[in-house]
């Protein structure tokens, strides 16, 4: 009954420093989606996918770099860390129907960038 | 610019109280109207509303979509302090994406 996992849930990074946030679904969905959320704030959509091998960017894009090579499989890239960086992060996974989306959200990735 | 606006930002009540919540959307090619609720981790999902004027119910919750005047609202009765939590509502957009409002905090108290 895994659903979404992300991993690491806590990570301390320095300003500079690169990391891969992994995401993995098992319910063969195929949208996937990465948002970060600001302590206060909603969420804000930074990459998503529809499909192995199709990415998109959403509203956050920069400084961040996804890749999307199986259905499984939605890890998101930081490269050179920055303060502004600083958020928790959701990875989810959806299923479309004719009248809309559910989504599936992992726990959460708590990133810390200093 | 597609957009979901949540009022209030916070709420504190007390236990026992019932509490409406709003979402209002401004969206091209709306497709459905999703309510979540976020704790302390991931946001867990409530109700998907695509038809106005249909009310879904679940327990204590329930919530109902005006397509006509585009908001939608989320119900609670009785609440207790286990509904304390950010409640969030989204568009589940014909462009693969769902917008965020940015929640509602829900503070109840003993």
């Known amino acids: 009954n895994a659903g979404v996992t992300q991993t690491p849930k806590f990570r301390i990074l320095k300003i500079g420093q690169s990391m891969t946030l992994q995401c993995t679904q098992d319910?063969?969905?195929?949208?996937m989606y990465w948002y970060r959320q600001d302590p206060g704030m909603g969420l804000k959509l930074i990459y998503y996918?529809?499909?192995?091998?199709?990415?998109d960017k959403g509203e956050v894009p920069n400084g961040y770099n996804v890749s999307r090579s199986t259905t499984e499989d939605f890890p998101l890239r930081l490269e050179l860390a920055a303060p502004s960086q600083t958020s928790v992060y959701f990875c989810?996974?959806?299923?479309?129907?004719?009248?809309?989306?559910?989504?599936?959200f992992g726990e959460g990735s708590w990133l810390t960038v200093v | 610019e597609d957009k979901v606006v949540q009022s209030p930002l916070s709420l504190v009540v007390h236990e026992g109280d019932t509490v409406t919540l709003n979402c209002s959307y401004e969206?091209?090619?709306?497709?459905?109207l999703l309510w979540y609720k976020q704790e302390k981790k991931a946001p867990t999902f409530l109700f998907m509303l695509?038809?106005?004027?249909i009310e879904k119910k679940s327990g204590r919750l329930s919530s109902i979509l005006d397509k006509k005047e585009l908001f939608s609202i989320l119900n609670i009765t009785a609440t207790q302090t286990g509904d304390s939590a950010v409640y969030l509502c989204?568009?589940?957009?014909?462009?693969?994406?769902?917008?965020f409002g940015t929640g509602t905090l829900l503070a109840v108290q003993p």
């Open positions: 989810a996974s959806s299923y479309w129907t004719e009248s809309g989306n559910t989504i599936y």
């Open positions: 319910m063969n969905h195929n949208y």
């Open positions: 996918s529809v499909g192995a091998g199709i990415t």
């Open positions: 969206v091209t090619n709306f497709r459905s």
């Open positions: 695509t038809s106005s004027g």
């Open positions: 989204a568009e589940g957009g014909a462009t693969n994406k769902l917008i």
